[in-house]
């Protein structure tokens, strides 16, 4: 595997493995006051659902630089999907279910954090949410379909 793919994917596996950190301490209070001296209950929800959105654009970048594809700024989210969806998946190298992740991962980005909010002039629904513990389902689903993208983009980077 080429350098800079390389790099890319091991970007997209941290970013699964805080994720999954972030998502297991918002689940556990306990956890929070004895290991981290937390006083009230947090939830780290919203950082779930950012963090597996990047570790799913880091994977596609790291299929991308695997066969010389690059993307990058401006616009580099909307151009690493767009070469992503044209070179890989219409070429049948992927699966086309990773495509539909990859748009509705960033369709939550979106929503959540405001990514892209000037291009599309909105605000979603994770944005207005007033209590942290709403976006759990939101999170464990983000966080489920990250491990699904990594794990298929790292099979075919590794074979």
């Given amino acids: 595997m080429k350098d800079e793919a390389e790099l890319y994917l091991q970007r997209a596996e941290n970013e699964l493995a805080a994720a999954q950190i972030l998502f297991d301490i918002s689940n556990n209070p306990k956890l929070q006051k004895e290991q981290f001296k937390l ?3 947090f939830t780290f929800y919203s950082l779930v659902i950012s963090n597996s959105y990047y570790c799913i654009f880091n994977s ?3 299929i991308l630089m695997e066969g010389d594809i690059k993307t990058g700024s401006p616009e580099v989210h ?3 999907i767009g070469a992503f969806e044209m070179y890989l998946v219409k070429t049948g190298k ?3 279910e990773l495509l539909k992740i990859y748009k509705k991962m960033i369709i939550r ?3 959540l954090l405001g990514i892209f909010s000037r291009e599309k ?4 629904e994770f944005t207005y949410q007033k209590l942290p513990q ?5 999170a464990k689903e983000s966080l489920d379909n990250a491990y699904t993208f990594f794990k298929n ?3 075919v980077l590794r074979k």
Avoid at 121 to 124: A, N, Y
Avoid at 134 to 138: I, Q, T, V, Y
Wanted: cysteine-free.
């Fill in 153 to 155: 983009i790292n099979k």
């Fill in 78 to 80: 909307r151009k690493t």
């Fill in 39 to 41: 006083e009230k209950n």
């Fill in 60 to 62: 596609a970048k790291a």
């Fill in 94 to 96: 992927l699966d086309v």
């Fill in 121 to 124: 002039g909105k605000r979603g």
């Fill in 134 to 138: 709403a976006n759990k389902e939101p």
């Fill in 109 to 111: 980005a979106e929503e």
